[in-house]
Nanobody
Framework: QVHLEESGGGSVQAGGSLRLSCVAS????????LGWFRQTPGKEREGVAA????????YYDDSVKGRFTISRDNRKNTVYLQMNNLAPEDTAMYYC????????????????????WGQGTQVAVSS
């Protein structure tokens, strides 16, 4: 059985911080790309950050560079998204996803390779 479970969402004021966690089944965690995506009603889902669990390479959308940090703990099969200096435009449902492929590819510009998705965790930032 494979699954991804996100946690850590909540409501904060602008300028605040949250840390999201994504625990994955070992089978879909090792040696692949895991990413965070977000979506607000009426908008397309967008990639936020990604990390390759074996290589450690990271990728960020320009909108979050310098504010968000993605990291992983391979002993716990967990990927984190530390979000600092949050703004109202960061309000969204945040999803964790794992790539179908165990290769070196890791980007957030194309979500097609991400075949496994969590249920999401809501982040709300008030001004």
């Amino acid at each position: 059985q494979v699954h991804l479970e996100e946690s850590g969402g909540g409501s904060v004021q602008a300028g605040g911080s949250l840390r999201l966690s994504c625990v994955a089944s070992r089978l879909i965690y090792i040696t692949r790309c895991l990413g965070w995506f977000r979506q607000t009603p009426g908008k397309e889902r967008e990639g936020v950050a990604a990390i390759h669990t074996a290589i450690g390479s990271t990728y960020y959308d320009d909108s979050v560079k310098g504010r968000f940090t993605i990291s992983r703990d391979n002993r716990k099969n967990t990927v984190y998204l530390q979000m600092n200096n949050l703004a109202p435009e960061d309000t969204a449902m945040y999803y964790c996803a794992a790539s179908r492929y165990t290769d070196s590819w890791c980007r957030i510009s194309d979500e097609k390779p991400f075949g496994y998705w969590g249920q999401g965790t809501q982040v709300a930032v008030s001004s």
